[in-house]
């Protein structure tokens, strides 16, 4: 069982649409709606909001997420009225963004404390530029890497950022993507989309840690598949 992840927002368009795009990247994991007021119109309701947390929560939680004010009061006090208030919490994220890593994180198997997290970290996207007189620096001792060239059509975008995520969740290594004078850490979707990377782009990949090697092999095999694109 996957923790699942409600998405309340004013609109019903905005919600159902944000939670579309969730789970093309994270097709095992419950991510609802909970968007307008039943009538069609702008608001939030708190039925509607109550529903959607039951309905998501399949028995490891559920991580909550809102647009604006109003709909953070919302969810509050549906999490408050819960017979176990511990099975729901409710994050301030970024909306699109934490959507997103809520539900990539809750697809690799984190717990409700790493889904929220996760989506909290949304606002940063973990992806750093390095100096002229670091790029190319040599990585620690005991570091495994490898360089890849981008076949697949949509490079290191959306679904592929997720696929790569996904491939190394649960893997004991500490991975970084290079890309020119950027890095990312290779366990946030965010990060590795914020590279740019595209069709025919070599990105290099340093992977530190007990399972170093796992996490490399996880991925050069990801890459070899064209991220599942054919």
Do not use: C, W
Not at 131 to 142: I, Q, R
Not at 174 to 184: I, N, Q
Not at 187 to 200: C, D, E, N, T, Y
């Amino acid at each position: 069982m996957r923790v699942g992840v409600v998405l309340v927002a004013h609109s019903g368009a905005l919600a159902e649409g944000l939670a579309e795009v969730a789970a093309q990247m994270a097709p095992d994991v419950d991510v609802v709606p909970a968007g307008g007021l039943p009538d069609g119109t702008i608001g939030t309701d708190y039925d509607t909001v109550s529903a959607a947390v039951d309905r998501a929560n399949a028995g490891s939680g559920v991580v909550v997420l809102y647009d604006l004010g109003s709909a953070q009061m919302t969810a509050e006090l549906v999490v408050e009225s819960l017979t176990d208030p511990g099975a729901a919490v409710v994050v301030d994220a970024p909306l699109v963004e934490g959507a997103v890593a809520a539900a990539v994180a809750a697809q690799g198997g984190a717990d409700r404390a790493g889904v929220a997290q996760a989506a909290a970290d949304a606002g940063s996207t973990g992806a750093e530029s390095r100096s002229e007189g670091e790029v190319g620096a040599a990585p620690p001792a005991d570091a495994v890497r490898t360089e890849l060239t981008l076949a697949n059509e949509v490079g290191l975008h959306a679904r592929p950022a997720a696929l790569l995520v996904r491939a190394i969740a649960g893997v004991e290594a500490d991975v970084r993507l290079r890309f020119g004078s950027d890095e990312a850490d290779a366990h946030s979707v965010l990060a590795i989309m914020s590279l740019g990377a595209r069709k025919g782009d070599r990105i290099g990949v340093v992977a530190t840690g007990p399972q170093a090697r796992e996490a490399i092999s996880r991925i050069e095999t990801l890459a070899e598949r064209n991220f599942d694109e054919d």
